[in-house]
């Protein structure tokens, strides 16, 4: 039974969804573009923000504080992370990239675990945006929801704004490609992957805190949201932020239309309760598909990196 | 080198310290009782595991650390929630520390491989937590008992429920994996209504938007949700936020439910209806002592997990006592075992054929009591109430 409003409504999920990856993705890109590091840690830097919006939010009754708190966190923690330990890595192959930063998902879910405790954290739905907005008749939209992807549009804006025409934006352009050009002319190279490293993490703390009044606030949060990132970088291309947005929206999309029409569409085809485990299992595969038909078109991901 | 021939007679003066420490007290004493507990105490899930081994310890804690008279002693293992450390682990428990007792385990995956392992060992395995359908009817063994619940139960008190309330128009989601496959019958094998739609979500699936949308379309009556830790934190969640829980009353497992995860998700959990076979206000005296020694000692409120945790302990006490200490001869500890001669938390509490609970389950709803928002029981379902596979088991 598919009608308009059921359409528009999936489209919207999908959308939401798809910004919220881009977050994580962007960051990701990122550091995997510009520094070739691949950081399994990242999903830590989302359960971070998480963690410190609920317990900020709870203590002082502020969405937005919860927020900037968790941005806080999230980006000094990266630097911190990527000043001590993970600057030893950039030069070593991605085996060890793999070991140290699967190590550091551990360390941070253990340290997660003994300073809040094991139990999933609450963090509510600030009291402005808890209602439903019924913009499609029959459908009442949430309109967190709708936050989610007003404030995901802005920072891809504001993201290709710094990329594009600020200073920082060309040394990272230009840090990808031509690194040693780069450190020649005196632009201290370290210093400018800690902030990109920095940057990267303050987006995955955001997604944390913006996620945390939809879903469970617990540990090992960060791992589920980790794998359909790296996805979403692969498709989008790697070191592309355009891509990473393309890529998001895409995955999104196709995941949220995959659950919620499939069922529908494998009944006609089959018997009830055969349609339904089917579906439910292409549904979970639509995406790694997705990937394999992009990777068969472009090797190298829709977008190329900047330069290469 | 020097160095090395310092420490040398240092290490073995060290470690002939250590084993007499170790060996005399045995010479001393009897033989004590050992339990290996493999359970979650690590990663998603934990809260689960902890709350099972703070049960179980506080039972051993009021039996001043002898379960029926005898010096206990419990080696604590953490399975992550993997399959292949819980076999490991148990795998060492059975050969090296050789153990009597093995219990702890979370989750039915993990049961299944490794209970049978443990019961072909001789050695007995007491489960606080999973039932699956399996270890109930064909694969039941006479060194296996459950003194939580077979898996299907309380789905099968939440189908009787809706049922009894009219309902008859209903909406069903579980994750597509067993367990999720055994809820979805467990409920349909009591209730009589129609199937407005039955959607199998992914295994860890976080954002459930797409299925809400489908599901506010289908205009169901009620809707039944089976998603254990996270996931269903995530879901009544953002079915709050959807606003469909002003129009579509929702039902659910305990497991959804429990303390823990109703301070995750707050005022958007109340007015929710579950099932268990146990809460903290059940009204006798082995609860009240319960409820009240595991506030003091852990300053939270105690889990359905916990309860069964700490039923463990006292099943393990009661039977302990009864062979008087002595675990030599296997059939007589299993007889004892058999007849639970406990003050269950629950109330009445027997073993049935299969070694599973024979017990009443109760629906509860979801209230704010003050600030604190919790369960309190509404009405009892079932009562001295069975699992499906009994009869399948042959023992």
Redesign the interface.
């Known amino acids: 039974m598919l009608t308009i409003e059921l359409f528009f409504e999936q489209s919207l999920n999908g959308l939401q969804q798809g910004v919220m990856l881009f977050l994580m993705a962007a960051g990701l890109t990122l550091v995997f573009g510009i520094m070739h590091l691949i950081n399994l840690a990242h999903g830590s830097l989302y359960m971070i923000g998480a963690y410190v919006a609920a317990s900020v939010t709870q203590a002082s009754d502020s969405f937005v504080l919860g927020i900037l708190a968790a941005l806080g966190a999230a980006g000094l923690t990266g630097m911190l992370l990527e000043f001590s330990a993970l600057r030893r890595l950039y030069n070593r192959d991605h085996l060890d990239q793999v070991l140290a930063t699967f190590g550091m998902i551990l360390f941070f879910n253990e340290l997660v675990k003994i300073l809040w405790g094991p139990q999933a954290l609450f963090l509510s739905t600030p009291e402005l945006l808890s209602g439903t907005l019924e913009f499609i008749p029959g459908a009442p939209y949430p309109s967190y929801r709708l936050f989610i992807i007003g404030a995901g549009l802005i920072v891809a804006l504001l993201l290709r704004h710094l990329i594009i025409h600020t200073r920082v934006g060309m040394l990272i352009r230009a840090g990808a490609t031509h690194r040693e050009m780069v450190g020649a002319l005196g632009v201290n190279i370290d210093q400018l992957y800690t902030i990109v490293f920095g940057i990267g993490a303050m987006l995955a703390g955001l997604a944390g805190a913006l996620a945390g009044p939809m879903l469970a606030v617990e540990v090992g949060m960060g791992e589920k949201i980790l794998i359909l990132t790296f996805v979403v970088i692969i498709i989008g291309g790697i070191g592309s932020v355009r891509g990473a947005l393309v890529g998001a929206l895409l995955v999104g999309m196709v995941d949220t239309y995959g659950r919620a029409f499939l069922p529908t569409i494998m009944r006609e085809l089959l018997d009830p309760a055969s349609a339904d485990t089917v579906a439910a299992s292409m549904s979970s595969v639509a995406i790694y598909v997705l990937m394999a038909v992009v990777l068969i078109w472009k090797p190298r991901g829709l977008f190329q990196a900047y330069g290469s | 080198m020097k160095k090395k021939k310092h420490l040398l007679p240092l290490f073995m003066a060290g470690a002939m310290a250590l084993s007499a420490g170790f060996t005399s007290p045995a010479v001393q004493a009897a033989e004590p009782l050992k339990i290996g507990m493999i359970t979650t105490l690590?990663?998603?899930g934990?809260?689960l595991g902890?709350d099972i081994r703070d049960g179980f310890m506080l039972g051993l804690k009021m039996k001043d650390g002898k379960l029926g008279g005898v010096e206990t002693q419990v080696i604590e293992v953490d399975d992550a929630r993997k399959v292949g450390n819980a076999k490991q682990i148990a795998t060492r428990m059975i050969k090296q520390d050789d153990v009597d007792i093995v219990t702890g385990i979370v989750w039915s995956n993990l049961a299944m491989a490794v209970v049978p392992s443990v019961t072909r060992a001789g050695k007995f395995y007491i489960s606080p937590n999973a039932g699956p359908s399996a270890l109930a009817g064909k694969k039941c063994h006479e060194n296996y008992f459950n003194v939580a619940w077979q898996n299907d139960n309380l789905h099968e008190a939440a189908g009787q429920y809706v049922t009894d309330k009219g309902l008859k128009n209903v909406y069903l989601m579980a994750p597509?994996y067993p367990a999720g496959k055994d809820a979805i019958a467990g409920f349909k094998r009591f209730y009589k209504g129609d199937v407005a739609g039955?959607?199998?979500?992914?295994l860890?699936q976080?954002?459930y938007?797409?299925?809400l949308?489908?599901l506010?379309?289908?205009k169901p009556d009620a809707v039944y949700f089976f998603l254990p830790?996270?996931?269903g934190?995530?879901f009544v969640?953002?079915y709050s936020?959807?606003?469909l829980n002003a129009e579509t009353p929702l039902f659910g497992p305990a497991f959804s439910f429990d303390e823990?995860?109703l301070?995750?998700?707050?005022?958007a959990a109340v007015g929710v209806y579950n099932t268990s076979q146990w809460n903290k206000d059940i009204d006798n005296p082995a609860n009240t002592s319960f409820v009240k020694a595991f506030k003091e000692t852990y300053g939270r409120n105690p889990s359905l997990y916990a309860s069964q945790g700490y039923d463990a302990a006292l099943l393990i006490d009661s039977a302990v006592a009864s062979v008087g200490g002595d675990l030599s001869d296997d059939g007589k500890f299993r007889d004892a075992l058999r007849k639970a001669e406990f003050d269950s938390v629950r109330g009445d509490f027997k073993f049935g054929s299969n070694q599973h609970p024979v017990q009443d389950i109760y629906v509860r709803v979801v209230h704010k009591d003050g600030d604190i928002v919790t369960n309190k029981i509404v009405s009892k379902v079932f009562s001295a109430h069975q699992d499906a596979y009994a009869t399948e088991c042959k023992l």
Do not use: L, P
């Not at chain 2, 039955?198 to 992914?202: G, H, S």
């Not at chain 2, 301070?263 to 005022?267: E, I, L, R």
């Open positions: 690590s990663g998603g934990a809260s902890i597509n039955e959607v199998y979500t992914k860890g976080v954002d938007a797409a299925e949308a489908n506010r379309a289908a830790g996270g996931m934190i995530n969640k953002q936020q959807a606003g823990g995860i301070k995750a998700v707050g005022d």
